[in-house]
């Protein structure tokens, strides 16, 4: 990644805490409103899982042996 991918990731994040912390902090129906950066931590949880399955599917499904064509 650039570095500047980078930098636009971090405000990403910054921006994300602060607003989980100004709006969000009264809105405490669900019990995960109390673990501090809970949503910013599931985001990078979730993309991270997609990037592992699509790495794995990927593998499985579309990969083929080196010699598929000439037999």
Request: charged share 15%; net charge negative.
């Amino acid at each position: 990644m650039k570095n500047w991918h980078w930098i636009v990731l971090g405000i990403l994040l910054i921006a994300s805490l602060i607003l989980e912390f100004t709006y969000l902090s009264d809105y405490a129906s669900h019990w995960w409103n109390h673990i501090p950066a809970f949503y910013a931590l599931w985001g990078g949880l979730g993309c991270a899982a997609l990037i592992f399955i699509s790495k794995g599917l990927g593998k499985f499904f579309i990969l083929s042996d080196e010699d598929y064509y000439d037999a």
